[in-house]
């Protein structure tokens, strides 16, 4: 599971003086019905070989990176993965693999450290999600994050079982097997409070009247963390746990995606705190007005960068704050996005490119 800690990891390795190869790559199989991501790779390739300005044992290493990548791409099987991130450095035996669900933009880079930089966009604009699946004397704590899921732990508690007879010692048992099962009840809420932050959750019923009394005896705070319920079983598969957990989430992350780009294009309209488009975003991240910002997540622009003061533009050549001359680069977004981000600006993606398009691939709610 992708965590900053990964991040921190690459991000201490050390190969001077040779480069790291990372390339990202599309491989959805929805999106690559006939193995087109084959064609984009060698796009890339080409073009990062033509500007290949290296000379020595660097080179042979880029070389060797870039080949050894070639054989990965050209005889493995990607599974159910969307984006597959490829790291190397053959001069110093290191390769570095990560399977992604989401989709990201595909990018060949070669630089001194490992090119983590879309990681982190992902990581900070995707949230974790806690599943429990409740039943009388047992549970199931799941965490999720970006189309993974993995076992927190499991709570049980030995409950009586129901006294068949009648009478008053069948009624006293079905006290005693009543509170033992709210016990193991408290148990999981006092579990669940210790370990949930800012994190969602999501409660797997085994039946109705579980999720009421469960629902009775936890905390406020977890009570407005609750984004739904999944009808699943103790036992069942992970498969299918992930299938129902996922679902879930996408249709819950979809309408909040909705409310905003709605929220953002009133308050434009209205000449409130909001603006749409990327020259517009580009001068409010600047100024250190952006409050959230949202991305359609394939989109890429290219553009210019002023050398003095750093600021963006898609068209501007000379820079409006400090009358300087912009050097030109291939992509700007994810520049402004890794600005946006050093002010601790909230990011949002766009999976849907009708959505997108809504506020022309990218938009922001100001502070001020």
Known sequence: MLSKEILKELGNLSFSPYLVTTLYLNVSPLLNLKGEY???????????????????????????????IETLIDQSSFGSANTIVLMSCSAKNWYYSIPLYPTLKNKLILDKDPYTRPLGHLIAANRHYYLVILSKGDARVFKYFLGEIREEGEIKEEIPKRHKQGGWEASDWQRWHETHVIWHFKEVAEFLDKIIGEEKLILGTTSPKNTSEFLEILPKRLHEKIIGEIPIELDSPIKEILEKTHNLIEEYEEKEIKDLIDQLIVANAKGKEATLGLENV???????????????????????????????SPYLETCPYCNVKMEKRVDIVDELIEEALINNTELRYIKKKELGEKIQNIGALLRF
């Open 282 to 312: 580009a001068h409010a991240i600047h100024q250190k007005r952006v409050r959230t910002i949202l991305v359609y997540d394939q989109f890429e622009q290219s553009g210019f960068q002023c050398p003095s003061c750093s600021f963006m």
């Open 38 to 68: 084959k064609i984009i790779w060698k796009d890339l390739k080409k073009n990062a070989l033509d500007s290949l300005n290296l000379e020595g044992e660097v080179k042979r290493s880029v070389l060797s990176d870039i080949e050894y």
